[in-house]
């Protein structure tokens, strides 16, 4: 489980491998608190912890990518020096600041629109039709790993107000119109379109 709270812009070192992709991560973590096995989030998908080492002052890891996590995110749009939003999975007892995450990417968005009011960014996203039905105003989303309050939906996009904060810790403050972004909707309303489909139809 995740937040949705970025805590590290890591850069893709390497990248390796066809079928199977291998991704080598260096991030400000120190190596030593990452345990193989451990699971973190990248753009919102999450991934597991192959191989780690100390150097310097960066921790690098890898990480391996499934055909079919390449083909459903973006992470195989990724080429050597991207930089990649990162979030390490939450602890029983730390701050929930976002919303609950599963780092299980819903579908793949389209970036329509990108412009400026004041110092906030403001995207309209284009996300895959059967998505649509669980996007609501001020409803929460996930966006590249990022967890974030829609503003406004119309019937096929919605749009997204970002702090400069937001935009200077994380990669959306690079999000250009055109780019693909990965998105995850909210559990709360994934579970209550399924109950409501139930209660349409109980036999």
Not at 46 to 58: F, K, P, W
Not at 105 to 127: H, N, Q, S
Not at 161 to 184: D, S, Y
Request: aromatic content about 4%; some cysteine.
């Amino acid at each position: 489980m995740f937040t949705g709270i970025v805590t590290d812009m890591g850069r893709v070192r390497k990248i390796s491998g066809e079928d199977v992709r291998r991704f080598e991560i260096e991030c400000s973590y120190d190596a030593s608190t990452i345990d193989l096995g451990a699971s973190i989030a990248h753009a919102g998908a999450c991934l597991t912890v192959v191989e780690r080492h100390q150097q310097g002052a960066s921790g690098i890891f890898s990480v391996e990518v499934s055909p079919e996590t390449l083909r459903l995110t973006t992470l195989g749009d990724l080429t050597v020096g991207d930089a990649v939003n990162l979030e390490r999975a939450l602890k029983i007892g730390e701050e929930l600041g976002g919303h609950i995450v599963t780092g299980h990417v819903d579908g793949v968005g389209t970036c329509a629109a990108r412009r400026t009011e004041g110092d906030w960014l403001i995207f309209t996203i284009k996300p895959p039709s059967q998505l649509n039905q669980f996007i609501a105003k001020k409803g929460s989303i996930t966006v590249d790993g990022v967890s974030l309050t829609v503003n406004e939906v119309s019937n096929d996009s919605f749009d997204l107000m970002i702090i400069p904060h937001t935009a200077q810790q994380t990669t959306l403050g690079k999000l250009q119109a055109g780019e693909r972004v990965n998105l995850e909707i909210d559990l709360m309303a994934r579970y209550a379109a399924r109950l409501s489909q139930f209660s349409e139809n109980p036999g």
